[in-house]
């Protein structure tokens, strides 16, 4: 069973940063993107970073130049470093990732089960 577990989300003010963890456990063949998205109240679910195991990295364009995205392939986690954060940052973000499992011959995605990352003063 391959499960994808977010942490580092929380109040903050703007200008403040937080840095978002997304750890992939279980029975894993191989990880091909994993990426980070935001929903926030009353909006549809956004890219804001992601990464393929070779090709560029994408940011959504609010993000850009706040927000970088990097990964520990050894330990599975993919992160999101955010700094001078702004209300309009304020939403519920989740990790996203292809994995192919053990035993499997496709991969699939996986979603966490998000974490809420709140800016205001």
């Known amino acids: 069973q391959v499960q994808l577990v977010e942490s580092g989300g929380g109040l903050v003010q703007p200008g403040d940063s937080l840095r978002l963890s997304c750890a992939a456990s279980g029975s894993i063949r191989s990880i091909n993107f994993m990426g980070w998205y935001r929903q926030a109240p009353g909006k549809e679910r956004e890219l804001v970073a992601s990464?393929?195991?070779?090709?560029?990295?994408n940011y959504a364009d609010s993000v850009k130049g706040r927000f970088t995205i990097s990964r520990d392939s050894a330990v599975n986690t993919v992160y999101l470093q955010m700094n001078s954060l702004k209300p309009e940052d304020t939403a519920v973000y989740y990790c996203?990732?292809?994995?192919?499992?053990?035993?499997?011959?496709?991969?699939?995605?996986?979603w966490g089960q998000g974490t809420q990352v709140t800016v205001s003063s």
């Open positions: 990464m393929r195991n070779s090709g560029p990295i």
């Open positions: 996203n990732a292809l994995i192919r499992a053990m035993g499997t011959m496709t991969p699939q995605f996986y």
